[in-house]
């Protein structure tokens, strides 16, 4: 038996493992063998599950072979838990060992082998060595084995041993160090391959499973990487050189864009692409592009990336189509009008050219009786029939543009003279002697035309229409169903004088304090409670009485009044806003309209911020409501709303859809809300293109993060069909008219009520 004392000079844990033997009753002399063996099947399941383990250590193994040449050497490999899985080298030593039941798929222990160098160098986490008689048993005695564990080393865990045998004559210190040095090397084997492996699945969820289009390329522009995006889409598929593409391929664009790419180390980004797809569909995409460099700035190859933008894109141009075009007709509209005027009359001052444009201004007769006997939609279906029929007639003689209402422009060129002028009204007029049908019924309904030729009548694209609408007024003052060429009696007509007495009413009703403002209740569809007014304006003049916005607001902004009015406006709310705070009213927020000319002057921002510390309102608790229009000059709309949001208060579009409409520059605006025209609420529930245009702007405000107030809302089909596309705010008839101060303060918590009531 071995004594204790014969342990003091071997290493601590060498002698620990010894004490344990002999305190196990092991007999030294004794030839132990493994109790614990792997069926066949589980040492093959256990291989495949270790393959790629064993590859890499197996390679390293023979590299220790191979430099030991010449030298009886065993080298065995084990799991973490001690189960032989690999033995190779000397076949002497290995048929000896064999006879000790030491073969692959037995499982060395401490408690059946005693003191051995595999359960050690598993135990120990340290490279260890039994020479001689540190083994416990004396059949190991000729035998110098070494051992090491090797682990993967991100996370420590422990995946077997490797393993050295050989006889004690041939001991020598090099084999531990040869030994750590390959167990090194196998850990940071290991540890890279299982790097790759997570590289390889985080690249098959950013490029396979990415739903933007994925390209990647070496350096000569061979492909070797691609989604199914791309290859599904374009067959552009691994192995290709996306370089040497034909340009009659459908990814032309792609190819040409990637050779600049892989040749000039270019960079795009954001460029736009009209593409088709191998099923021939137009597929709009934003592309991006940019050379790959590694760690020592070598080009290694390129990354491109395709945005499918086509929902978008065909939204935007559909909002841009609208911007130009009357929805109801489809004919170009007004802001149309003005633009082909403008571009007629200054190429023909740029050029020196003579050119000759007659302007036929066209409004049916008694229209509004029609649209109260038969209702707004089918006052909709006679506008279209009547824009088909001034179509047809047109040809190509002309362009017909739709105002707005029942009002039509006709734009001709080239009429000789006032003879082919006149005789092309009297064919218009006549036109309406064929009866339209509306629900099967049969009527007649007449039209007036005024009339106006450049640059006679006007040599400007305003001054031309205003004389065309003066001579329509003076077909409608003769009885109506004629046509009327413009003359200069024409110039100050009954309508001008009115315009100008009110306009002087106007000039004394701000120092008389004839305005007063109305609020009228925003209800939010979520918690059902009023969350804020619009302030509204009004006037309440002694000689008129209560004049209607639509009447004296044009009248207030061609006077240059609107700004000064304005800022009274907002001064009052200001103050409204503080007082009703003082009476115990809950917090909301006030919008208030801003005019265009209010928008144009330059101390715009300094007023607002004056105004604010002057009465102490909260900034987030006003909303700055402008229009669409106002936003033109975009560099300095984004000037001043960037100053305006800095002051902390909230910025509106107004009747969003029926103006200047650019997706591109509203995405850079800061504003807040987009409020939608009452003019496409109204018929929602009877006009699918009024419910698209709708549904669209909600979702597309919704992307842009905006909230969305629905104007005009009057019935509950409205108003449900508002809930279910998620608008958030609504504001009309149905739940309050616009109120005065004092009948809003006295109803509020009534109101609120009510409200609540509506939607049950």
Request: glycine residues 6%.
């Amino acid at each position: 038996m071995i004594k204790i004392k014969e342990l003091i000079h071997e290493e601590d844990y060498i002698a620990q493992s010894k004490r344990k033997c002999i305190e196990a009753g092991m007999d030294p002399n004794e030839i132990r063998k493994p109790k614990r063996s792997m069926s066949e099947q589980e040492l093959l399941q256990k291989r495949n599950t270790y393959s790629e383990i064993l590859s890499v250590v197996d390679f390293f193994s023979k590299k220790i072979l191979d430099s030991l040449s010449g030298t009886p050497v065993l080298i065995v490999i084990s799991d973490e838990n001690g189960y032989l899985l690999h033995i190779v080298g000397d076949e002497t030593i290995k048929i000896t060992i064999q006879q000790l039941g030491i073969q692959v798929g037995a499982q060395f222990t401490h408690e059946d082998m005693g003191t051995n160098v595999i359960s050690l160098s598993l135990q120990q986490g340290h490279p260890v060595q039994l020479i001689g008689s540190n083994h416990y048993h004396t059949i190991l005695h000729d035998s110098a084995c070494y051992g090491a564990a090797f682990h993967y080393t991100d996370n420590n865990n422990l995946l077997g041993s490797i393993c050295i045998m050989t006889a004690t004559e041939l001991h020598n210190p090099f084999f531990l160090t040869m030994l750590s040095t390959v167990v090194d090397s196998i850990e940071r084997e290991l540890l890279l391959r299982k790097q790759n492996r997570k590289l390889n699945m985080l690249n098959q969820i950013i490029v396979n499973k990415n739903r933007n289009g994925i390209i990647i390329t070496n350096a000569d522009g061979i492909i070797n990487s691609v989604n199914d995006f791309v290859a599904e889409s374009f067959h552009i598929h691994k192995g290709i050189n996306i370089v040497d593409r034909s340009q009659q391929n459908p990814e032309c664009l792609v190819s040409s864009h990637m050779k600049q790419v892989i040749h000039n180390k270019m960079s795009f980004d954001n460029v736009q692409m009209i593409l088709q797809t191998v099923d021939y569909q137009k597929v709009v995409c934003l592309f991006d592009a940019q050379p790959i460099y590694d760690e020592t700035n070598n080009f290694i190859g390129s990354y491109s990336q395709l945005r499918d933008i086509t929902e978008r894109y065909l939204n935007e141009e559909r909002h841009n189509y609208l911007a130009y075009h009357d929805e109801l007709t489809s004919l170009p509209n007004r802001r149309s009008l003005h633009e082909t005027l403008n571009h007629h009359i200054s190429s023909s001052l740029t050029s020196g050219n003579h050119i000759d444009l007659v302007l036929m201004f066209l409004d049916l007769d008694h229209f509004k009786t029609i649209n109260d006997a038969f209702g707004h939609s089918n006052g909709d279906n006679l506008l279209k029939q009547v824009s088909s029929r001034l179509v047809h007639f047109l040809g190509d003689t002309g362009k017909v543009f739709r105002m707005g209402g029942d009002e039509f422009i006709f734009l001709f060129h080239g009429l000789n003279g006032q003879k082919e002028v006149a005789s092309t009204g009297k064919r218009i007029i006549d036109l309406f002697d064929t009866p339209f049908t509306i629900n099967d019924s049969k009527f007649h309904v007449t039209a007036s035309i005024g009339i106006a030729i450049y640059p006679n009548d006007g040599t400007d694209a305003e001054t031309f229409m205003v004389y065309a609408d003066n001579a329509m007024y003076k077909s409608k003052s003769k009885g109506r169903n004629n046509y009327t060429l413009f003359d200069s009696n024409m110039k100050s007509n009954a309508k001008e004088k009115d315009k100008l007495s009110l306009e002087v009413s106007l000039r004394e009703a701000l120092d008389n304090k004839e305005f007063i403002v109305y609020y009228q209740p925003q209800v939010d569809l979520i918690t059902k409670e009023i969350i804020g007014v619009e302030a509204l304006l009004r006037w309440n003049s002694p000689q008129y009485g209560i004049v209607a916005p639509d009447a004296f607001i044009p009248i207030l902004e061609d006077s240059g009044l609107i700004s000064q009015v304005g800022e009274w406006v907002l001064r009052e709310v200001c103050n409204q806003s503080k007082r009703w705070l003082d009476m115990g009213l809950p917090k909301f927020r006030i919008a208030v309209n801003l005019s265009s000319q209010q928008f144009l002057k330059d101390n715009l921002v300094e007023v607002i911020s004056n105004t604010l510390i002057e009465t102490g309102m909260d900034p987030n608790d006003l909303e700055l409501e402008i229009t669409e229009t106002m936003t033109m000059d975009v560099e300095r709309a984004i000037n001043v709303l960037g100053q305006l949001n800095a002051l902390g208060v909230r910025i509106s579009i107004d009747d969003f859809g029926t103006g200047y409409s650019s997706l591109n520059y509203l995405k850079k605006f800061p504003i807040h809300t987009l409020k939608i025209d009452k003019s496409f609420v109204r018929d929602i529930m009877f006009n699918k293109n009024d419910l698209n245009i709708v549904s669209t702007i909600i979702s597309m405000a919704h992307n842009l993060n905006l909230v969305v107030v629905a104007e005009g809302v009057e019935t509950k089909d409205q108003l449900n069909f508002l809930q279910l596309k998620k608008c958030d705010t609504v504001q009309g008839y149905y739940f309050s008219k616009p109120l005065s101060v004092d009948d809003f303060e006295k109803s509020f918590y009534q109101l609120n009520d009510d409200i609540k009531n509506q939607f049950l």
